[in-house]
């Protein structure tokens, strides 16, 4: 194992932070930029710096519960990300829900608000956005840790608890719906016969 003083791979710097907590700032660093980009594509810039804080603030309590055998934390910390996306993604459904049952709120939005609220709706739509939406969160998840941060089938079962059998089925399937929403197959042809 790594002396505090040098880098080391990820276990040995999550072991070494046990004693050192400050040493955790290794995995941070090297980490960071990926986890932040994966949260922002799926959620958005502000909520990816959001939850990007509380991604490491759970690993930080829980590095004494690593599997040191998984030498790379990067799985383990897209595992803590997805699952915080998939909390906010049900808030805010749960608040999405809300709203349309109360009605539409009195006209007292500011136009910074309007505008923000005209971007957002616009992220949302299009055919890859429908398609994701599509998707069980499941699915989702595989899909998205595979096709945006380029994760092995065993790196995508580490982060997300699954087996890697499970990994290739949910991959089949997401690739398989988002192939016919986006390139829809045209219309089977009928022959004439006559």
């Known amino acids: 194992m790594s002396s505090p003083g040098e880098a080391g791979d990820d276990a040995d710097v999550i072991t070494a ?5 400050e040493r955790f700032a290794v995995v941070f660093d090297r980490h960071a930029p990926h986890i932040h980009r994966y949260l922002a594509r799926r959620l958005g810039g502000q909520a990816a710096d959001d939850l990007l804080g509380e991604t490491f603030l759970i690993a930080f309590g829980g590095r004494g519960r690593y599997d040191a055998a998984f030498r790379s934390a990067r ?4 595992g803590i990300a997805t699952n915080l996306a998939g909390q906010r993604r049900r808030a805010e459904q749960r608040e999405y829900r809300l709203r349309a049952a109360l009605g539409p709120p009195a006209d007292h939005a500011s136009h910074a608000d309007r505008v923000a609220e005209r971007v957002s709706a616009q992220a949302l ?5 429908a398609a994701l939406a599509g998707l069980s969160r499941g699915d989702r998840d595989v899909l998205l840790l595979i096709a945006w941060e380029g994760l ?3 790196e995508v079962a ?10 290739r089925s949910r991959l089949n399937r997401a690739r398989k ?4 929403v986006l390139a829809p197959t045209p219309a089977e042809e009928v022959p004439n016969h006559g």
């Open 152 to 154: 092995s089938y065993d």
């Open 17 to 21: 932070s046990l004693r050192h907590p």
């Open 158 to 167: 580490a982060a997300l608890g699954i087996p890697v059998g499970t990994v």
């Open 177 to 180: 719906k988002v192939r016919a």
């Open 75 to 78: 799985p383990w910390l897209y």
């Open 125 to 129: 739509t299009g055919p890859l956005a």
